[in-house]
Structure formats: structure tokens, C-alpha cells
């Protein structure tokens, strides 16, 4: 089976480069139209260049169809008028890949209030700011893609990335809120974390490491999770040839009686409530009230609450 994009109008945001480079291309080979979106700025944000033109270039000698557009991320208006210009030249927009990102590392006792609040505002408002203004063209049209770019740091952390964290991880959790509102219009929704040697990585991978990380061996996992078939609220981590899924999971509540509901009994039974076992990967949040009131029926039988987990 061929998974193809034809028809579909992309829009893959920091695509000058690195990983989204890559799957502007790979789009572009399987049929879509895409926007190359790229602010063309270094890693840590600042200064501008051409380089989403120079993929439109690369997709066009391939005999695909691209546009560029230079606009940020963090302005709304300038991710409304892409859409805009999107819709009006192809008809719609589809795919959208958030990949656009910064790096601003320092340890949190050296970093300053606005590097953590600017990258804050390019990986998690940035996303949002494109998702939202995709969000009602996909719910008209009944079909949408969506891809959030999270991270091992975000979902695991990392050393002198406080703010990189933090955002990453709360790309984990928008995703987790937009598969359920956009689920009855056909809007799908997941979350990648990637391991990629890029210009964001460069200094950070030994040579050799750099190389065995190339960006295309992510590729497949990208496009899998913005395809037709794509399953929905995965969170996905591909890099060197690997691939694997990482869910948030959580274990069987322990109700305690009114008794024990002191700081001293919930010490008591801290071996029993952080016990991995039985672990579950909730679809809402919704779940973990459920949770609580199983365990109380547990304990209560007939004098408990009913459960609404289901």
C-alpha cells in the first residue's frame, strides 16, 4: 500500500531546514501541495534568511508544487493571512506540521525570565497560534492532519532545558485536548518526538551521531501520524532508524478513608499509590475522577459514588 498525499495542501512550519525540510520534500514527493513556512532566523531565534525559498525551489525541480511564506509563528495575523493565502490558491488546507523551534539553553538558576518565556512563545504558542488558525478551514472541510513536535526533554527532561521542556510538554498535552474536540470532524491529532541531527542539535551529538541521526529517518513516522489512515492522540519517538511509543499513564487509585487522609497516612501508603503496576493510558482526563471512585467502590461497594469511567 502507497500512502499518498495528492490532493492534500500541507503546511509545514520551520521547513527551511533540518527536520522540516524533510518533510516538506517527502509531502511534496507523495503529491501534496505545501507551504514552506520558515522565519529563516538561527537557532536561537534571531535574524532572517531565504531558506524556505530555496526548498520551494527543490520541490518545484522535482516537479512538485510549493509555496514559501517567511512569516513567525508568534504572530497570529501573519499565521491567519497563510492559511488565507493557502485556501485561496489551492482550495484548503489539510496537513499541518508544527515543527518551528528555538533553543535558548542554560541551566534554570542562569536563565533568564524572557529566554524562558521566548521559547515558551515559539514551540507551544507558536503551534497553537498555526493549529488555530487552521482549526475552523478542517472542522468546514471534515478533515484535518495535525502534528505537534514534542521531545524526550519535555516528555522525560533534560539538563539546562527548563524552558524548552516546559514547552515541549505542553504541546503533549495541547494535543490531548485537540483530538477530542476535533475528533466528530475528522481532525486527527498527535505528537512526535524526535531525535534528529540538525542545525538545533549540531553541538550536542558526537560526528558520527550526528550523521546515524539523520532528519529523514524521522520522516516516516511524521507522515504516518498526518496521513489519511493516521491514528489519533499518539505520542510517537523516531530518530536513527527507531521508533517507539510513549503513552501518560497512571496506576489504580488507593481511596483512603477519612481517617488516613492526612499528610502522615498518605506518607503510610506512598509505596502502595507510586506502585507501577496496572497501568493504564487514560483517553481524557476525565478518567482519573473515574479512577477514584472505582477505588472507592472498592472499599464502599454500594455506599459509593457510580463510576462514569468507561
Known amino acids: 500500500m502507497t500512502i499518498s498525499f495528492k490532493d492534500k495542501v500541507a503546511i509545514v512550519t520551520g521547513a527551511g531546514g533540518g527536520l522540516g525540510r524533510e518533510y516538506a520534500l517527502e509531502l511534496a514527493r507523495r503529491g501534496a501541495k505545501v507551504v514552506v513556512n520558515d522565519l529563516g532566523g538561527s537557532r536561537d531565534g534571531t535574524g532572517h534568511s531565504d531558506m524556505a525559498l530555496q526548498v520551494v525551489e527543490e520541490i518545484e525541480r522535482a516537479g512538485g508544487e510549493a509555496v514559501s511564506n517567511g512569516g513567525s509563528v508568534t504572530d497570529y495575523e ?3 493571512k497563510m492559511v488565507a493565502d493557502a485556501k485561496q490558491k489551492w482550495g484548503g ?10 533553543l535558548r539553553d542554560k541551566t534554570f538558576a542562569k536563565m533568564t525570565p524572557e529566554d524562558f518565556e521566548f521559547v515558551l512563545k515559539v514551540h507551544l504558542t507558536g503551534s497553537a497560534f498555526v493549529t488555530k488558525a487552521c482549526w475552523e478551514t478542517m472542522r468546514e472541510q471534515a478533515y484535518g492532519r495535525i502534528l505537534m513536535t514534542a521531545s524526550s526533554t519535555g516528555l522525560f527532561g533534560n539538563f539546562g532545558q527548563a524552558n524548552y521542556g516546559a514547552a515541549k510538554l505542553g504541546l503533549a498535552g495541547l494535543t490531548k485536548t485537540l483530538q477530542l474536540e476535533g ?4 481532525i486527527k491529532v498527535n505528537t512526535l518526538s ?6 538545533m542539535t549540531e553541538d550536542l551529538f558526537p560526528e558520527q551521531a550526528f550523521k546515524l541521526f539523520a532528519p529523514e529517518n524521522v520522516v516516516p513516522a511524521a507522515l504516518y501520524l498526518v496521513s489519511e489512515d493516521a491514528p489519533t492522540n499518539a505520542i510517537v519517538g523516531a530518530g536513527g532508524g527507531g521508533y517507539h511509543s510513549a503513552w501518560v499513564m ?11 487522609r492526612t499528610v502522615e497516612g498518605f506518607a503510610a501508603h506512598w509505596a502502595e499509590i507510586s506502585a507501577q503496576n496496572n497501568l493504564v493510558a487514560p483517553n481524557s482526563g476525565a478518567e482519573q475522577s473515574g479512577a477514584i471512585l472505582k477505588a472507592m467502590q472498592k472499599v464502599m461497594g454500594d455506599a459509593a459514588p457510580q463510576s462514569t469511567r468507561g
Open 78 to 80: 501573519q499565521m491567519e
Open 194 to 199: 524526535p531525535v534528529a541531527g540538525t542545525r
Open 250 to 260: 497512571m496506576n489504580d487509585a488507593v481511596w483512603l478513608p477519612e481517617a488516613e
Open 183 to 186: 475528533g466528530k470532524y475528522n
Open 93 to 102: 488546507v489539510h496537513v499541518l506540521i508544527n515543527n518551528a523551534g528555538v
